[in-house]
């Protein structure tokens, strides 16, 4: 009663602190710009220019026709920055006024170093993608990378525990294992396990988020099973930022984020560096599920925290770009366990540091790309007193470098690419066998191409082909991962098909895992394979239905693994690792409504996914994977304020292999979100009230590891709006 009493007062106070600040500004209405970028002497649009808005964070390159939109701008005059490889900068000003769309046509002049074509290749399925840049980001208030893609159709994230425990990625039923996320071209999986901990990655360092959902071995090799998060890390060029958070499950978190950039002659140059730290408490009173006997208890040892620091430079010119950057994290948590054995002295510590150096040439028709990275990682689990089996202090080290390259040709009907690419890796640690091998080494290249070709008045049927050959320490022989894909479009409606194979091979803790208590691995374990996944989508990008804005995505997908990794017991409860043959299919539908002349624009999406076994030992759905899943985020922004409401319903999981035995009840958790934008003077302030899991529903995605309850947040955000800084945050929860 106590505490329910608190937060009562804690949110009342919030609003009417809200409430107070929202009565200080003038109503404005965000704003859009919208153009086309031409060739001042060939009369010809240029595709790719980059459009840059002086005192916003987001930018616009521009299409295929030349044409680009920026949204989201704020009433004002606004300096314009637009740059093309081989034409002279150009440079404007616009003022937005309330609510309107400005139009701006701009004619860029050739340099003497001129290309006749430049030609990026673009990937056949960026349509397919889900994308996130940092406007998105900022506006979604969320915290860490697990946080922003709960409500991503075709993606499932596991949390084991409250704020700041680890959470993993599933992409239609896969394993996180089978997913490959990459910060700034390099992997963050881990060495020993394969998978990905989202919640490292706060997004106060990044500046925009893909998701690529499907097999995409033939792009990125090995581990990209079920698909690929890719991250870009924050290019500040003019910028300040900070950020301080205060929170419910005592979290704090703070940023700082400083830019300069320079012009000179033809020649830009520039870096940043960002800081940020965070802390949670975490510890919180949960109900214990009926499977275990019910009733409550009291989560401890849940404490997390972690900084980090990120720094980069570049330099510019109309030929190219080059980009060093640097990052080191270090984190430390308490490992509290599960429900049915859990730990008060578990405790884990983390260091990563990341090097890495992008380049971006262009010679004549051809652009040649590179990418370096070097990193390395140290982790010690320690449990002095755990609640099964000894005490125990192990060690992890692991260090790796990679290169990749690609060079890109073609003309305006079509493309060729070759890259190549190879990465070591060096792992000690003493939670692996003797057995272990202590290097890998993995190459691969591929050869890609894509034509295209206008059929008719606003109509283009393109296709696309890549073929990708991998050499991995851990398998035998030569891996060919194969991929190609046809897109009918017309207008801003398509639809496209694609075919195509991967791999991901086991990792060391499938094969190497040294052996403990009712714990065995397995160091035959055969790679998995993914070798005839097919899939069909269809778009339709911001149409106009008479006052309204629509748009949508439905896609369906099947696809055959053989010899799935999973973990299962034996007759004697002893659990290894085994290959199991499983069937995957399903479909993702996605769609969006909004009408300007209120503000107001609904999300929702619906995902089915039926990954099943294949065999004639087990059947039926395998664990923790749900058939559905569900999100709707509803909006409302009028006059600078803008009202969310977001949902997400996970549907009933099996526990057990082929039967329905403990089978987890279907849970939905909702958010409420209230913000307004200030401006004073050269300064902008983006106020927000938010309430997280405002029915307080204690759920868990995993049996042993609940959700805590409701939780709310009281969030500002300033930014400086001229050449000087770019953007300030300052952040506060509870």
């Known amino acids: 009663m106590l505490l329910t009493t608190r937060r009562f007062r804690g949110v009342s106070l919030a609003l009417f602190t809200f409430a107070l600040c929202s009565r200080a500004a003038n109503a404005q209405v965000p704003g859009e710009l919208r153009g086309r970028i031409t060739d001042s002497e060939a009369a010809r649009p240029i595709a790719g220019a980059r459009i840059e808005v002086v005192g916003h964070t987001v930018q616009a390159l521009s299409a295929v026709d030349g044409t680009f939109v920026m949204r ?32 701006l046509d701009m004619e860029l002049h050739p340099v003497a170093s001129r290309l006749e074509a430049i030609v990026v290749q673009a990937r056949r399925d960026a349509t397919a993608g889900l994308s996130f ?106 910028e300040m930022s900070g950020a301080l958070s205060i929170g419910a499950w005592g979290e704090r978190n703070a940023a700082l984020t ?121 982790m010690r689990l320690v449990d002095t007193a755990p609640p099964f089996g000894i005490p125990y202090d192990e060690n992890v080290d ?87 894909g046809f897109t009918l479009s017309h207008g801003r409606a398509s639809i496209s098909t694609s075919v195509g194979a991967g791999y991901a091979p086991p990792s060391l803790a499938d094969q190497f895992f040294h052996e403990g208590v009712l714990v065995r691995p397995n160091p035959d374990l055969r790679p998995e394979r993914v070798r005839n996944e097919v899939e069909v989508r269809a778009a339709l990008r911001d149409a106009r239905v008479g006052a309204f804005d629509v748009g949508g995505e439905l896609a369906a997908y099947r696809a055959d693994i053989d010899g799935m990794i999973l973990w299962q017991p034996d007759f004697r409860f002893i659990w290894s690792p085994a290959n199991f043959d499983v069937r995957r299919s399903g479909w993702e539908a996605s769609g969006r409504v909004a009408l300007s002349s209120l503000g107001a624009d609904v999300h929702a999406s619906l995902s089915k996914s039926d990954v099943s076994y294949e065999g004639p030992v087990l059947s039926g759905q395998v664990g923790y994977r749900p058939h559905f899943t569900a999100n709707v985020t509803a909006a409302l ?64 995605m995993l049996v042993d590891y609940p959700f805590p309850g409701r939780a709310w947040t009281v969030a500002f955000r300033t930014r400086r709006r001229d050449d000087r800084t770019l953007a300030g945050a300052v952040a506060v929860q509870r």
């Not at 704020?74 to 139009?103: C, E, K, S």
């Not at 401890?300 to 990120?310: C, P, Q, T, Y």
């Not at 409420?672 to 927000?688: E, H, N, P, V």
Request: charged residues 20%; aromatic residues 6%; without cysteine.
């Open 398 to 484: 692991a260090s790796s470098g990679s290169f990749r390259t690609t060079a890109t040709a073609g003309s305006a009907f079509g493309s060729l690419a070759l890259g190549g690419e190879a990465r070591a890796l060096s792992v000690t640690s003493t939670m692996l066998d003797v057995d272990a091998p202590p290097h890998r080494h993995q190459i691969g290249t591929w050869l890609s191409a894509r034509a295209a070709r206008s059929v008719a008045s606003r109509t283009e049927l393109s296709a696309d082909a890549t073929t990708r050959v991998d050499w991995d320490t851990f398998i035998h022989g030569a891996v060919l991962s194969p991929r190609a």
């Open 258 to 378: 400083t830019g300069r950039a320079n012009v000179r002659d033809a020649i830009r140059t520039g870096g940043s560096i960002t800081g940020d730290y965070r802390d949670y408490a975490g510890d919180f009173t949960y109900e214990i599920p009926a499977i275990r006997g019910g009733g409550a208890a009291h989560r401890e040892n849940g404490d997390a925290r972690s900084g980090g620091a990120l720094a980069s430079a570049f330099v510019e010119g109309t030929r190219g770009r080059l980009q060093v950057r640097s990052q080191l994290q270090s984190e430390s948590r308490g490992t509290p366990g599960s429900i049915v054995q859990p730990s008060l002295t578990g405790h884990e510590r983390d260091a990563r540091f990341t090097g890495g150096l992008d380049g971006r040439w262009a010679f004549g028709t051809i652009i040649w790309t590179a990418n370096a990275d070097a990193t390395h990682e140290h």
């Open 637 to 700: 922004t009028r006059w600078s304020t803008r009202a969310e409401v977001a949902t997400r319903y996970v549907g009933e999981r099996r526990t057990v292999a082929g039967s329905a035995l403990n089978v987890l009840e279907p849970y939905s958790l909702a958010d409420i979100k209230l913000s307004r934008r200030f401006g004073y003077g050269a300064w902008q302030l983006d106020a927000t009230v938010g309430v997280n899991n405002m029915l307080d529903r204690h759920a868990a």
């Open 133 to 238: 840049d940092r406007r998105a980001i900022e506006r979604s208030g969320r915290r860490d990378l697990g946080e922003l893609l709960l409500t991503a159709p075709g993606v499932v994230v596991t949390q084991s525990g409250g704020p700041g425990s680890p959470s993993r990625i599933s992409i239609r039923g896969s394993g996180a294992d089978e997913v490959l996320v990459l910060l700034d071209g390099n992997p963050i999986n881990s060495a020993i396990s394969g998978e990905a901990n989202l919640s490292r990655i706060n997004l106060e360092t990044v500046e925009h988020v893909t998701v690529l959902r499907g097999a995409q071995s033939a792009q990125y090799g090995g581990r990209a099973l079920a698909g690929v998060v890719l991250i870009e890390t924050r290019r500040g060029e003019q």
């Open 72 to 103: 989201g701008l704020d009433p004002r005059a606004l300096a314009v920055h637009v740059r093309a490889f081989g034409y002279a900068a150009g440079d404007t000003t616009i003022v937005i006024a309330n609510g309107r769309a400005v139009m």
